[in-house]
Structure formats: structure tokens, C-alpha cells
């Protein structure tokens, strides 16, 4: 529940470079640009633990980041439409070569903008994954742009669309929902 002693561990631009699987892994999936290298940094307390850009697709391979119990793995954003096909397919094999083989992998935070929150991709990616056996904790981020009615209508929207998630508003800059989502993403980690 403490995730200021995350350090980071590797980058794995294939998947021959993962590290070894000797600690259980949450994964933070999302489209490029929704705001998971800022979410990470947010939970762990660390301003420049994961590499935050304004370019979209800055993330392009696993990053991993660990303490001596629990382990994060920042996905390379999907769905940034300027890359070549070719380093799209790279990305895809990665992301799901990840996501299928991974025996120590016990979940999925998926980020999504709370102002475009289940677009194609997030779907597929609930549908394929809960295939799998695997839990989603759904992170609408970015909530320090919405008013409160429309953050209200966004989050019961988005708990009504998928079944068997656990779902909240948060925020990086704003600080909103920062100890909701640690307990959440906790709850993902079997003891
Ligand atoms: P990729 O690595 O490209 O997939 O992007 P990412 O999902 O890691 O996004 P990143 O954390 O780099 O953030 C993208 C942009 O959104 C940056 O300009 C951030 O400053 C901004 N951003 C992230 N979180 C928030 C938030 O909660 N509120 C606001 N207003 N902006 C945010
Ligand atoms: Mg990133």
C-alpha cells in the first residue's frame, strides 16, 4: 500500500527483456496521452519516476518499477495515430505478449481521460483481458477538467458499462483520488 520505495527497475523493449517473473505485477495500460506515467508518479511520490510527456507515444516500451514486494509495469500507450504500421505491430506484440504470458501479473489499471472514457481500444483491451482472468481497476483521470456533475455522470456511466471492474475519478495534478486508487490497486494483489 506504500509505493514510495517503487524504483525503477528496466525498460523492455522486447520480450525477451522482461525481468525475471519473481514478483507479482500490476500493469497500467491506457491510451497514449491519457496520463499513466503521471498517475504512476502520483502514487509513488516520486516526480520523475515514470517519464511524463506532452508528446503522445513518448512510452514506447514495458517500464518496470519495483519494490521487494510488488512490481509495475507502465505499458506503452495504444492508440496514438501517427505511428507507422509497422512499429504498431511491434507495440501490439509487446503489449499482448505481456498481458497473455505473464504468470505473475495479477491486474490491470487501465487509465483512461475522464473526458473520453471506453473507446475502442479500452474495450477490447476489458474484453480481452477479463478472457484472461484478469482483475481491471478503471482510473478516469484528468477528472481536474470536468465540473463535479459531469465527474458524477462520467464515473456511474462508466461503472454501469463494465461489469465486475472497480472504477473511480482521479487525478494527477489535482491530487484527487490518489488514496482511493492505492487501496484499489492494493486489493488487486493477492496476500
Ligand atoms: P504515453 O506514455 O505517451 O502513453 O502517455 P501517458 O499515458 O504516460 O501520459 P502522461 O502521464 O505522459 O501525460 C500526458 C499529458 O497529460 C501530460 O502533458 C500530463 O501533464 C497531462 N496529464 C496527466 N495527468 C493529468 C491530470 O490528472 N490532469 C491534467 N490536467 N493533466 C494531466
Ligand atoms: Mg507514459
Known sequence: RDFRTMRFLLSA???S???PADRCEIAFAGRSNAGKSSALNALCEQGNLARTSKTPGRTQAINFFDNDRLRFA???GYGFARVPPAIK???GALIEGYLAERETLAG???I???RRPLLD???QLIEWGSAYGLAFHLMLTKADKLSRNEQHNVLRRTRAAVEGATAQLFSSTKRIGIEEARAAISALVPD
Open 108 to 110: 490491470i489499471v487501465l
Open 74 to 76: 507502465d505499458l506503452p
Open 17 to 19: 527483456a522482461l525481468p
Open 112 to 114: 483512461m481521460d475522464a
Open 89 to 91: 505491430a511491434e507495440w
Open 13 to 15: 523493449p522486447k520480450l
Open 121 to 123: 481500444f479500452d474495450r
